[in-house]
């Protein structure tokens, strides 16, 4: 797999890079030829998991879930964004640390 080879240093890069400063740890899971199939960024803060996985520059999922997950099938996803890897991870890279959606009917 080439994803990040095809891509030019720039926005992805600089993105990679301001994850990694929040504290975003990267793997690279590999197929059976030793391939890449996706670069994945997990970070536990907060009493939650902020996951990233690119698989291409067009297909890149991120999400937030409680800290007790399973990330590779968690029960409960508290927030989550899927698509081209700029807007996707601008969206991570926005959201708030302390983040977590309301319960419904709960005091404002």
Same mark, same amino acid.
């Given at each position: ?8 240093? %720039?926005? @992805? ?16 899971? #590999?197929?059976?030829?030793?391939? $890449? /199939? ?10 939650? @998991?902020? $996951? /990233?996985? @690119?698989?291409?520059?067009?297909? $890149? ?15 409960? $996803?508290?927030?989550?964004?899927? %698509? ?8 991570? @890279? ?10 419904? %009917?709960?005091? #404002?």
């Amino acid at each position: 797999m080439t994803m990040l080879a095809e891509n030019p240093a %720039g926005d @992805l890069e600089a993105q990679l890079w301001a994850l990694r400063g929040r504290g975003f740890r990267f793997l690279d899971p #590999r197929d059976d030829q030793g391939e $890449v /199939v996706a670069l994945v960024g997990v970070r536990a803060h907060h009493d939650v @998991l902020d $996951v /990233v996985r @690119l698989h291409s520059e067009s297909d $890149v999922v991120a999400a937030r879930m409680p800290g007790d997950s399973d990330v590779l099938a968690p029960a409960r $996803v508290l927030w989550e964004r899927a %698509g081209a890897a700029r807007e996707v991870l601008d969206a991570m @890279l926005a959201l708030p640390d302390d983040w977590v959606p309301r319960p419904a %009917g709960g005091c #404002r």
